[in-house]
């Protein structure tokens, strides 16, 4: 449940459990709605779409096939089934702020889930094999009772503790800090660039929107994420063209889809970013999935 605020605000997300019950599970569908917000419960997150974006506290990036997601308490983010184009499947895990109560501080069996939900604050992505595990694991929880759910979460809980294939997503809290502080101007913005990454985003018309200067408006974007807005929105645009090269589209159909107007840039900034230049990105993925 949400409060009634302006969309462009970072929304609190009110959410409630039946009775008896220490975690909600559920499958939300929200792809229409630009719905950047936070709660004080973790949240494990699961969704196999074609081609989505993750955007957890300051980290922005995209996924294809599935993704699957362990975030902390008040660590804002944006629902990853945002803009999905085509049919997709989402499987959201909610705890309870005193989930396990004290069991989780003071029973040593527990200490690597203890571990986990320390990192979870940053916001931690799942690959390879334990992201195919703990997938299996979320489809069948749905036809347990509460107790074999519960354990199953526990069982969930300690394979994604004992995993090293890991991304954390933000490398510090500040941005969480600051994200909660100021909680009117970075939806706006993040909204707007989602929505115009592919044309010219004009810092002019952003600043206006957020109702600060556009001097003014460079300093606090290049406070909040540590680049400037004209650096954010080309990785941002890598980000998009790197999902597009993942679903077999050319380098040029690419280029030009993302709002770059010449490949040549469009080459070197992609090898200037993620190291390897798009063809090269686009062959290895697919060496990579057909295994």
């Not at 004009?202 to 650096?231: G, M, S, W």
Request: with cysteine.
């Amino acid at each position: 449940m949400l409060n009634n605020g302006n969309m462009n605000e970072i929304q609190l997300e009110k959410v409630e459990f039946e009775p008896g019950k220490s975690f909600k599970l559920f499958s939300p569908r929200l792809r229409n709605t630009f719905l950047w917000h936070y709660h004080p419960e973790f949240e494990l997150v699961y969704v196999e779409a074609d081609a989505g974006i993750r955007h957890v506290g300051a980290h922005i990036s995209t996924y294809t096939q599935s993704d699957l997601v362990f975030i902390g308490g008040n660590l804002p983010h944006l629902n990853f089934d945002y803009r999905l184009r085509s049919d997709y499947h989402q499987i959201v895990i909610q705890l309870r702020t005193d989930f396990l109560g004290t069991a989780l501080a003071l029973a040593p069996e527990l200490s690597l889930i203890k571990q986990l939900f320390k990192t979870a604050e940053y916001g931690i992505a799942f690959s390879g094999e334990t992201k195919q595990m703990v997938s299996e694991k979320l489809k069948q929880l749905a036809d347990l009772d509460s107790l074999a759910q519960l354990l199953e979460l526990i069982n969930i809980l300690q394979l994604l503790a004992g995993s090293t294939e890991t991304e954390r997503l933000n490398s510090d809290l500040t941005s969480r800090d600051f994200i909660l502080k100021d909680k009117i101007r970075m939806g706006a913005i993040y909204e707007y660039i989602d929505a115009n990454f592919h044309k010219k985003p004009d810092v002019n018309l952003v600043a206006h929107k957020v109702n600060l200067t556009t001097p003014a408006f460079c300093r606090y974007f290049k406070r909040q994420t540590n680049i400037t807005f004209t650096e954010f929105v080309n990785q941002y645009r890598i980000e998009r063209a790197k999902n597009l090269l993942m679903q077999n589209h050319n380098v040029s159909e690419t280029c030009y889809a993302v709002g770059f107007e010449s490949i040549s840039y469009f080459n070197k900034l992609f090898k200037q970013i993620t190291g390897e230049n798009p063809s090269d990105f686009r062959r290895n993925w697919y060496v990579k999935s057909s295994h």
